[in-house]
């Protein structure tokens, strides 16, 4: 009877043992959920290469930022980028609105040059200067700010170059007769300008410093 009885032990526990489950790797293997030490101070972000910027910038419809790119320590984290478009001259200062409607049409060359004559000479006579640029609203540490005379200037003188590409000889011609035949008559300072949105602040509207151009002749 016992060697029955042991028998029939040996064989509940051999059935037990076939029917536990089997317990995979994978579940021997789990951690549950890992923590990785965060990096660094100071440890720098992984480079990006170029074309992968290009490309994501193309998917947003921005331009591209390089995150390797030097970080100014007095920058706030939490301040936005000013957004900056172009701008023209009435944009940055509506007062010229007039004077600047009054000047010829690039269709009429002749009287474009003398426009453009009288207005650089008063340009000449009241010259603007330079001032401390608000940087926080999207200026540039030091602003020209050009006078009404070197804004009106400056347009005739764009409007006067655009009128003589691809004028004909006759045309040419009288411009240069307008103009005199002193190298300097050609020469004449022009501006470019820029609309700046700062958030929570507005648009500023500024010049560029002054650009030397000439008028094609």
Avoid: H
């Avoid at 890992?34 to 990096?39: D, G, L, P, Q």
């Amino acid at each position: 009877m016992r060697r029955l009885s042991a028998a029939l032990l040996l064989a509940g526990l051999a059935t037990a043992a076939c029917s536990k489950p089997t317990e995979l790797a994978s579940n021997a293997n789990g951690k549950g959920r890992e923590t990785v030490a965060a990096a660094a101070t100071g440890t720098p972000p992984p480079e990006i290469p170029a074309d992968e910027l290009a490309a994501i910038a193309a998917e947003q419809g921005t331009a591209p930022v390089d995150p390797n790119a030097p970080v100014d320590p007095n920058a706030d984290p939490n301040a936005s980028a000013p957004t900056a478009v172009a701008a023209n001259v009435t944009d940055f200062r509506g007062s010229v609105d007039g004077a600047i409607n009054a000047l010829p049409s690039v269709g009429d060359a002749p009287a474009l040059a003398a426009a453009f004559v009288e207005w650089k000479a008063r340009a000449a006579s009241s010259p603007g200067a330079y001032e401390q640029g608000q940087v926080q609203l999207g200026a540039d540490p030091q602003e020209y700010n050009p006078s009404d005379a070197e804004l009106v200037a400056a347009e005739a003188g764009d409007r006067l170059s655009a009128a003589l590409n691809g004028a004909d000889d006759g045309t040419k011609a009288s411009v240069a007769a307008a103009l005199g035949d002193a190298p300097e008559a050609r020469v004449y300072r022009r501006f470019d300008y820029r609309s700046v949105d700062v958030m929570g602040s507005g648009r500023y509207v500024y010049a560029s410093k002054p650009k030397e151009a000439a008028i094609p002749l």
